[in-house]
């Protein structure tokens, strides 16, 4: 699907301003002041050494460390930064071309929970699920980019990252975002990335994945954040630093306070992977949202979820670096009408900043529950939130003065030329029913609309085939998994 634009300054259709410019340079420089002043606890030897040899002030204790990192570090490590990247994906046509403005869409990430589309009963992720979600995933043309769904938890922990890749690469083509959990194991994930592009150099020059890597709140890099960022830096993989800042617990209160934190968190992992190798593609990325201080959960269904995630798209677009933000969540437990509203509310907020990947569709239950049913439903919203983005066009033809000339006083517009020549403009609904009462129960019999989006999700598990892995990749990857599995003591 064609990127939809939005956002503020010199980008056509709907957007919201959010920050002046004058609050952009205020936030920027509180967050260049708390990483100089106070810095950052870095947990890992090797990233201590490499930012103290870029003239970061570093007082070690031990294989830790506290880290000042001056401005013009920080402002250079930005200014190396790629801006306009391409996330590819195995078939050439899945790539995702990031410009200024242009808004896609994922699914959210990590669930441990998922409700199967068959028995509607809730069971604990696993690999089999998540290869099940990436399948529905390569279907969805609004869905550009597949971000692990859930994890394979019936799997090894400490190896659960490779078998969350196998699943994801052997259902989809489209670019893989996905956390590592360890260097070790993400040197052991791109080993099958090559292998499911026939080859170390056609990996490097089209790398299949991005690196999550979460900074820890307040103001932390903890040793397998570091170790991720550097190996992926090294291997010519780009990273993704999401920080999850939760307002009023990890972070101020107040959200001006919670988004300078969650900045200087950011900034301080995109810095480590520019001083690696500069250059590193990274996607400015945030799961920061308020906590609910009465109940002490995750409010991924808040608008205030919203709020923080256009505000720090809008940052990323003055560091002109990829946002990926939230939207689309929602804390009800099931696909009902509390799912729907916050994951309108919180999506279309998002979209109206111009961040470049909104990630959430599937989600339910603060981040835990994955529904296929929700997905289905959200990439409709998703193409009804492209329909506002578009805005309205003012010109000569669009006015359509002539038109109305013509049909006068009493006159009617369902037969003529213009309305044949530009219906194809209007929105469209497939499972957001717009018959009539009586049209409406012929059809389905009366059936709800989540009944019939987990209806059309089994059907598309059941008829869509996904690109083909090369000859032998996939024996491949089980013989690498199982030798790494081996060599740790786990089989």
């Known amino acids: 699907m064609e990127a ?22 205020t936030l920027h420089q509180a967050t260049l002041d708390l990483l100089e002043k106070t810095g950052v606890k870095v947990e890992s030897e090797q990233a201590l050494e490499i930012f103290d040899g870029s003239g970061a002030k570093v007082n070690k204790k031990g294989n830790t460390g506290i880290v000042k990192i001056p401005g013009h570090i920080i402002e250079e490590c930005i200014q190396s930064t790629p801006g306009n990247i391409t996330y590819h994906g195995r078939k050439q046509e899945h790539g995702y071309r990031i410009k200024p403005g242009h808004v896609g869409f994922s699914t959210f990430g990590e669930c441990i929970k998922v409700i199967d589309p068959e028995t509607r009963l809730i069971e604990p992720a696993s690999k089999k699920a998540l290869g099940k979600a990436s399948l529905l995933v390569d279907y969805l043309d609004q869905i550009v980019l597949l971000e692990r769904p859930m994890g394979s938890l019936d799997k090894p922990a400490m190896t659960q990252s490779l078998h969350n890749f196998e699943a994801m690469v052997s259902n989809s083509s489209k670019h893989i975002f996905m956390g590592c959990n360890s260097g070790q194991n993400a040197r052991k994930i791109f080993e099958l990335a ?19 890597v979460t900074p820890t709140s307040p103001l ?8 991720v960022i550097i190996e992926s830096a090294r291997a010519g993989v780009g990273v993704a630093p999401i920080s999850m800042v939760l307002s009023g617990a990890t972070a101020p209160v107040t959200l001006a306070g919670a988004i300078v934190q969650h900045n200087a968190e950011v900034l301080s992992a995109i810095t480590l992977a520019q001083l690696t190798k500069k250059g590193t593609h990274c996607t400015y990325a945030s799961c920061s949202t308020i906590m609910d201080l009465r109940f002490s959960t995750p409010a991924v269904g808040a608008p205030e979820f919203g709020i923080i995630s256009a505000g720090l798209a809008k940052l990323a677009r003055f560091y002109d670096l990829p946002s990926w933000v939230g939207g689309g969540h929602s804390n009800s437990k099931i696909p009902d009408a509390q799912a729907a509203y916050e994951a309108a509310l ?57 038109i109305i000339h013509e049909a006068g006083p009493g006159g009617e517009f369902l037969t003529r030329q213009h309305t044949f020549d530009h219906m194809r403009q209007m929105s469209r609904s497939s499972l957001f029913d717009r018959r009539n009462r009586d049209k409406w129960m012929e059809l389905t019999n009366g059936k709800d609309l989540t009944s019939r989006a987990y209806e059309k999700a089994s059907h598309i598990l059941e008829t869509h085939k996904p690109m083909a892995l090369p000859s032998g990749a996939a024996q491949t990857m089980k013989e690498i998994i199982k030798d790494y599995e081996k060599s740790l003591g786990i089989i």
Not at 356 to 369: K, M, P, R, V, W
Not at 377 to 390: A, G, R, T, W, Y
């Open 4 to 25: 939809i634009k939005s956002g503020h300054k010199a980008i056509p259709g709907f957007s919201l301003p959010i920050f002046t410019d004058d609050e952009i340079h």
């Open 194 to 212: 090559a292998v499911c592009m026939e080859g170390t150099d056609k990996f490097r020059d089209n790398p299949i994945i991005t690196s999550f």
């Open 220 to 227: 932390e890099l903890v040793h397998s954040c570091c170790d």
């Open 346 to 402: 919180t999506a279309t907020v998002s979209a109206l900043s111009g961040a470049n990947i909104i990630y959430g569709a599937g989600c339910l239950d603060s981040g835990l529950t994955f529904d296929f049913s929700k997905l289905v439903m959200d990439s409709e919203l998703i193409d009804n939130i492209f329909q506002v983005l578009k805005g309205i066009e003012v010109n000569e033809k669009t006015i359509a003065l002539n």
